[in-house]
């Protein structure tokens, strides 16, 4: 029998558990100002260093680094205004500083769910359990869906070896929408169950949550609800009164939002994800559909999701755009995209200049949601800006570098993408964080515009429905820790002469 020593500092790849990742954030996590002072540090010791190698790299590129982070120039945009339900006490909201709650709003358009069953496959008692049901039922029913009261089954206790067993079970008796409680590391079954085999939309809760729960948990909860089952929770302001940016003043618009995942290093044979999303609600652009396709290994074009054909109504049906203009062209004349390149992971980190300044931060002492910066480390020739549109929590945030490139000025080094829209700086950089605080799943602006967000969620479930291997908890780290770019597509149409679907 040999026996193997693993050397210590490897990477490890495969999922963490709770406890794990706990301790990682708690070894990683720095306040801003720590951050910049350990960079900083770092920085002065590489320089004040004499030895050959830094030689090497002053005598061969001519290079020289400064001790002190650049100052650049910024500016922070405003939070845009959403509008909620009429029949609420408060019918719109400014988030502050990329947050606000559900407190005396109502859901745009709640959703309906009249059938549904519950499955518990945790440890929680059923006092707890059906406590916990009844506060959900009011609350979703309190922000403007239509909850049923009571379940068309008998709430289910069941042990995590029968997970695959009891959802069907349920849904061959009343072909109802599940809401799961689930015990941790079970969510991908039950996804791929449901989503899958059964066709059914379903709700994943931890136990840990159900055991502590409180008015805003429920309420976060019931947005993600009301998603799923067709409703909208916010709109914004903007797009009601056709003030946002292009995409409100001229013809109706339909967004795209891609993401192309490849195997992780040492992986030569599993294929590349490809998954698209595109809005069907112009000019409130809230709803998303999906589709996700496999493709060949490290395939970055996405393929097999554009189609072009004649419907006996003559109306063009379009997919995903492949070729850019070709593609466009086909459809029908008149298409204006806008294609812009979303690098969702980069090295550049944006601190404030004082930090004993509080009016130039966030509570964490980040810089501000909305914060914008277009100059001196963007460059002159692209149309290139940082945006951060989130809060940050605990640690520092990043600036999210969008790029578009314009058709009209072509680069032999840069794929050619387009803008006949003609944006103007400002009006990308509005669009983009407005967008940011459209996000169903929470009511927090987030770091990337939700339809590359949403691109990779689907992504996600489809790693979950067994295709392509196991999430980690840092969003699915296993396929996606080469990816670095996502795109959103503005295109307008005429809706009387065609309509786009995917």
């Given at each position: 029998m040999e026996l193997c020593s693993i050397v210590a500092g490897q990477r490890y790849t495969k999922k963490l558990n709770k406890k794990q990742v706990t301790n990682l954030l708690k070894a990683t996590c720095q306040r801003p100002r720590d951050r910049e002072n350990n960079i900083t540090q770092m920085i002065r010791e590489k320089t004040n260093n004499r030895d050959d190698k830094e030689s090497l790299i002053r005598r061969e590129f001519g290079l020289q680094v400064r001790e002190e982070?650049?100052?650049?120039?910024?500016?922070?945009?405003?939070?845009?205004?959403?509008?909620?339900?009429?029949?609420?006490?408060?019918?719109?909201?400014?988030?502050?500083?990329?947050?606000?709650?559900?407190?005396n709003k109502?859901?745009?358009?709640?959703?309906r769910l009249q059938v549904w069953a519950f499955v518990n496959f945790s440890r929680v008692s059923q006092d707890i359990t059906f406590e916990f049901l009844g506060s959900l039922v009011d609350v979703c029913n309190s922000k403007g869906m239509e909850f049923s009261a009571q379940p068309l089954l008998p709430v289910q206790f069941s042990h995590p070896g029968q997970i695959e067993r009891d959802p069907k079970q349920c849904c061959h008796a009343a072909k109802c929408s599940l809401k799961f409680d689930y015990a941790d590391l079970i969510a991908g079954k039950i996804k791929r169950t449901c989503e899958t085999e059964l066709g059914?939309?379903?709700?994943?809760?931890?136990?840990?949550?159900?055991?502590?729960?409180n008015t805003q948990y429920l309420e976060n909860l019931a947005l993600k609800i009301n998603v799923k089952v067709g409703g909208r929770n916010?709109?914004?302001?903007?797009?009601?009164?056709?003030?946002?940016?292009v995409v409100t003043h001229r013809l109706p618009t339909i967004i795209f939002g891609a993401d192309v995942t490849h195997p992780a290093a040492g992986d030569d044979s599993s294929p590349s994800i490809a998954?698209?999303?595109?809005?069907?609600?112009?000019?409130?652009?809230?709803?998303?559909?999906?589709?996700?396709s496999a493709q060949h290994h490290r395939d970055e074009i996405i393929e097999d999701l554009y189609k072009s054909h004649k419907s006996e109504k003559g109306l063009v049906h379009?997919?995903?755009i492949r070729l850019g203009v070709l593609a466009c062209a086909s459809l029908e004349e008149g298409y204006m995209p806008t294609f812009v390149v979303v690098q969702k992971r980069h090295h550049t980190r944006l601190f404030p200049a004082d930090h004993s300044n509080r009016g130039q931060m966030d509570r964490s002492g980040n810089i501000q949601p909305g914060t914008v910066v277009d100059t001196e480390i963007c460059l002159p020739t692209e149309f290139e800006f940082y945006l951060n549109s989130h809060a940050g929590i605990q640690i520092l945030v990043c600036g999210l570098l969008t790029k578009s490139w314009f058709w009209n000025e072509p680069s032999s080094t840069l794929p050619c993408f387009v803008d006949e829209n003609r944006f103007t700086a400002d009006g990308l950089q509005v669009l983009t964080n407005n967008l940011c605080y459209k996000y169903a799943r929470c009511?927090?602006?987030?770091?990337?515009?939700?339809p590359a967000y949403y691109a990779h969620l689907v992504k996600v479930l489809y790693n979950w429905q067994g295709c392509t291997g196991s999430p980690s908890p840092f969003g699915d780290q296993r396929r996606c820790e080469c990816v670095c770019v996502s795109?959103?597509?503005?295109?307008?149409?005429?809706?009387?002469?065609?309509?786009?679907?995917?």
């Amino acid at each position: 029998m040999e026996l193997c020593s693993i050397v210590a500092g490897q990477r490890y790849t495969k999922k963490l558990n709770k406890k794990q990742v706990t301790n990682l954030l708690k070894a990683t996590c720095q306040r801003p100002r720590d951050r910049e002072n350990n960079i900083t540090q770092m920085i002065r010791e590489k320089t004040n260093n004499r030895d050959d190698k830094e030689s090497l790299i002053r005598r061969e590129f001519g290079l020289q680094v400064r001790e002190e982070m650049a100052l650049v120039k910024a500016r922070v945009l405003p939070s845009p205004l959403l509008k909620y339900h009429d029949s609420g006490r408060e019918k719109s909201i400014y988030p502050q500083m990329g947050q606000w709650n559900m407190t005396n709003k109502k859901m745009v358009n709640g959703g309906r769910l009249q059938v549904w069953a519950f499955v518990n496959f945790s440890r929680v008692s059923q006092d707890i359990t059906f406590e916990f049901l009844g506060s959900l039922v009011d609350v979703c029913n309190s922000k403007g869906m239509e909850f049923s009261a009571q379940p068309l089954l008998p709430v289910q206790f069941s042990h995590p070896g029968q997970i695959e067993r009891d959802p069907k079970q349920c849904c061959h008796a009343a072909k109802c929408s599940l809401k799961f409680d689930y015990a941790d590391l079970i969510a991908g079954k039950i996804k791929r169950t449901c989503e899958t085999e059964l066709g059914i939309v379903s709700q994943c809760l931890e136990p840990q949550k159900i055991k502590r729960w409180n008015t805003q948990y429920l309420e976060n909860l019931a947005l993600k609800i009301n998603v799923k089952v067709g409703g909208r929770n916010t709109v914004l302001n903007d797009a009601i009164y056709n003030k946002m940016p292009v995409v409100t003043h001229r013809l109706p618009t339909i967004i795209f939002g891609a993401d192309v995942t490849h195997p992780a290093a040492g992986d030569d044979s599993s294929p590349s994800i490809a998954a698209v999303v595109a809005s069907t609600d112009w000019p409130e652009v809230t709803n998303y559909r999906a589709i996700v396709s496999a493709q060949h290994h490290r395939d970055e074009i996405i393929e097999d999701l554009y189609k072009s054909h004649k419907s006996e109504k003559g109306l063009v049906h379009g997919g995903m755009i492949r070729l850019g203009v070709l593609a466009c062209a086909s459809l029908e004349e008149g298409y204006m995209p806008t294609f812009v390149v979303v690098q969702k992971r980069h090295h550049t980190r944006l601190f404030p200049a004082d930090h004993s300044n509080r009016g130039q931060m966030d509570r964490s002492g980040n810089i501000q949601p909305g914060t914008v910066v277009d100059t001196e480390i963007c460059l002159p020739t692209e149309f290139e800006f940082y945006l951060n549109s989130h809060a940050g929590i605990q640690i520092l945030v990043c600036g999210l570098l969008t790029k578009s490139w314009f058709w009209n000025e072509p680069s032999s080094t840069l794929p050619c993408f387009v803008d006949e829209n003609r944006f103007t700086a400002d009006g990308l950089q509005v669009l983009t964080n407005n967008l940011c605080y459209k996000y169903a799943r929470c009511t927090r602006s987030v770091s990337i515009v939700p339809p590359a967000y949403y691109a990779h969620l689907v992504k996600v479930l489809y790693n979950w429905q067994g295709c392509t291997g196991s999430p980690s908890p840092f969003g699915d780290q296993r396929r996606c820790e080469c990816v670095c770019v996502s795109i959103y597509i503005y295109i307008y149409t005429d809706p009387i002469q065609s309509e786009a679907s995917l």
